[in-house]
Each structure stands twice: as structure tokens, then as C-alpha cells.
């Protein structure tokens, strides 16, 4: 099994930064992919940001140029470096772990990130 904890939400003025963390524990095999995912009230869910053990990125077009993505393979977690932020960057956001090699994606508990204008 795998677990995952997110940290690092809260609430901040627009314009201003935060950074979440997640950290996975258990059975991890690489090649993975960890991603960021964010819902907000009344919405689906979408993929904010991803990056593969092998280093490559990709981002929403919402968030690109403000929004940064990072992994310690050794340490299983993942960053998001989120500034210059937004009202519409109101949402909860999910950290998802999905192993290449084998089924099931996994998912963290979620952490509340609140923008205030």
C-alpha cells in the first residue's frame, strides 16, 4: 500500500506564495509520475501540475510561469511552489502518486489553499 500527506496550504493575499509538500510512503516503484490536482467548490477536479521520476514537467496553462513543480526521488515527495497567486487559485489541492509499471493511482487527503482579493 501507499500513503500519501500533503502539507503546506493556508491562507494567503493575492500576489502572495505558498509552497505544499507531499510525501509518500510504502510500497513505491519507479518509473512513477506525482502530480497536483486542485478542486474548488462547485468544480471537477484538475491537474495543476505533474513531474515523472525521470524529471519531466507539465502544467495547466492557468498555472504556468507561477507555478513550480519539484521532486526528491530519495525522499518520495513532491513540491509545489505556487506564487503570484490568485482568487481563482482557491481550491483544495490533491496530491496523486501513479505508478507506471502497476495499477492504481493513489491519493493524498488533500490540503485547503485559500486566496484571498
Known amino acids: 500500500q501507499v500513503h500519501l500527506v500533503e502539507s503546506g496550504g493556508g491562507l494567503v493575499q493575492a500576489g502572495g506564495s505558498l509552497r505544499l509538500s507531499c510525501t509518500a510512503s510504502?510500497?513505491?516503484?519507479?518509473?512513477?509520475?506525482m502530480a497536483w490536482y486542485r478542486q474548488a467548490p462547485g468544480k471537477q477536479r484538475e491537474l495543476v501540475a505533474s513531474?515523472?521520476?525521470?524529471?519531466?514537467?507539465g502544467y495547466a496553462d492557468s498555472v504556468k510561469g507561477r507555478f513550480t513543480i519539484s521532486r526528491d526521488n530519495a525522499k518520495n515527495t513532491v513540491w509545489l511552489q505556487m506564487n503570484s497567486l490568485r482568487p481563482e487559485d482557491t481550491a483544495v489541492y490533491y496530491c496523486?502518486?501513479?505508478?507506471?509499471?502497476?495499477?492504481?493511482?493513489?491519493w493524498g487527503q488533500g490540503t485547503q489553499v485559500t486566496v484571498s482579493s
Open positions: 496523486k502518486l501513479r505508478q507506471i509499471l502497476r495499477s492504481g493511482d493513489y
Open positions: 510504502g510500497n513505491i516503484f519507479s518509473p512513477n509520475i
Open positions: 513531474m515523472t521520476s525521470g524529471g519531466t514537467t
